[in-house]
T-cell receptor, first 113, second 115 residues
């Protein structure tokens, strides 16, 4: 069974701190891995997409890494800000015809001013 | 470019009632997805359409859920009759195709509460 797990489920940090969110998946034969942000009452916003041939992607203060052999990905947020407070979801795609995203349970991040 | 539109944004119903959700994908997007997100969980795919044909509905509870995408554009998701455990956010997403990976763009969701 293809499962995606995220640790921790919730995290509270003071403003300015660097932090790491973790994502693990059971089947290493992934096609892509994607990190999303979800704000209350809103849909999902894509943050970073890592293709299976890549090891990391960067966008501004965000850096996502991918280690297929160990079934893990991390999302690193540098110099956190209160506006980063949201739920962060990782999702994997195993290819095939359906393009189906399999999501983790998410990490709820609170950045305290 | 307009995003994925969904309505209503919120809905409260009694159990055993019926409810319908509507989604309008990004113009030109051939693939449309409906996800169910229960509180504290990640979204789970219910059904995927390619144009007006169903690609994957393996996790759709077909005894009570139905979905259609007439003319390959808008889509409706219906629940009849609703159960307490159907309380969730229903997310619609669209992408330009399903071959290889085509990024999915999500709407704001419809929050359903079943009392």
């Amino acid at each position: 069974k293809q499962e995606v797990t995220q640790i921790p489920a919730a995290l509270s940090v003071p403003e300015g701190e660097n932090l790491v969110l973790n994502c693990s998946f059971t089947d290493s034969a992934i096609y892509n891995l994607q990190w999303f942000r979800q704000d209350p009452g809103k849909g999902l916003t894509s943050l970073l997409l890592i293709q299976s041939s890549q090891r990391e992607q960067t966008s501004g203060r965000l850096n996502a890494s991918l280690d297929k052999s160990s079934g893990r990905s991390t999302l690193y947020i540098a110099a956190s800000q209160p506006g980063d407070s949201a739920t962060y979801l990782c999702a994997v795609i195993y290819g095939g015809a359906t393009n189906k995203l399999i999501f983790g349970t998410g990490t709820l991040l609170a950045v305290q001013p | 470019e307009a995003g994925v539109a969904q309505s209503p944004r919120y809905k409260i119903i009694e159990k055993r009632q019926s409810v319908a959700f509507w989604c309008n994908p990004i113009s030109g997007h051939a693939t449309l997805y409906w996800y169910q997100q229960i509180l504290g969980q990640g979204p789970k795919l219910l059904i995927q359409f390619q144009n007006n044909g169903v690609v994957d509905d393996s996790q759709l509870p077909k005894d009570r859920f139905s979905a259609e995408r007439l003319k390959g554009v808008d889509s409706t998701l219906k629940i009849q009759p609703a159960k307490l455990e159907d309380s969730a956010v229903y997310l619609c997403a669209s992408s330009s195709g399903s071959g290889g990976y085509n990024e999915q763009f999500f709407g704001p969701g419809t929050r359903l509460t079943v009392l």
